[in-house]
Nanobody, 116 residues
Framework: EVQLVESGGGLVQPGGSLRLSCAAS????????MSWVRQAPGKGLEWVSAIDGGGGSTSYTYSVKGRFTISRDNAKNTLYLQMNSLKHEDTAVYYC?????????RGQGTQVTVSS
């Protein structure tokens, strides 16, 4: 059974940084691409970033390019999202998702609020 547990969210001022983590279990982590997706208040699910199983290939939605970095530690079965230069519009619940894209199984999410 795929289990994903996100952590690291919180309240941060515009321009600040946060690092999200996702602990994965129940599957062979290194064999699967993983993604981060988010849902802002009153909006639909938005794909943010993805990384392949080996960590050598990444992709980002345009709005976060140059500010967010996805990475993974396959020895620890953990996915990360380093978020820098945060903006108000980054406020959302962030989920890690199994696979490449937004349709895979997700965790319970972690809230990120960017506010002064």
């Amino acid at each position: 059974e795929v289990q994903l547990v996100e952590s690291g969210g919180g309240l941060v001022q515009p321009g600040g940084s946060l690092r999200l983590s996702c602990a994965a279990s129940g599957f062979t982590f290194k064999s699967y691409a993983m993604s981060w997706v988010r849902q802002a208040p009153g909006k639909g699910l938005e794909w943010v970033s993805a990384i392949d199983g080996g960590g050598g290939s990444t992709s980002y939605t345009y709005s976060v390019k140059g500010r967010f970095t996805i990475s993974r530690d396959n020895a620890k079965n953990t996915l990360y999202l380093q978020m820098n230069s945060l903006k108000h519009e980054d406020t959302a619940v962030y989920y890690c998702a199994h696979g490449w894209g937004s349709s895979g199984q997700r965790g319970q999410g972690t809230q990120v609020t960017v506010s002064s």
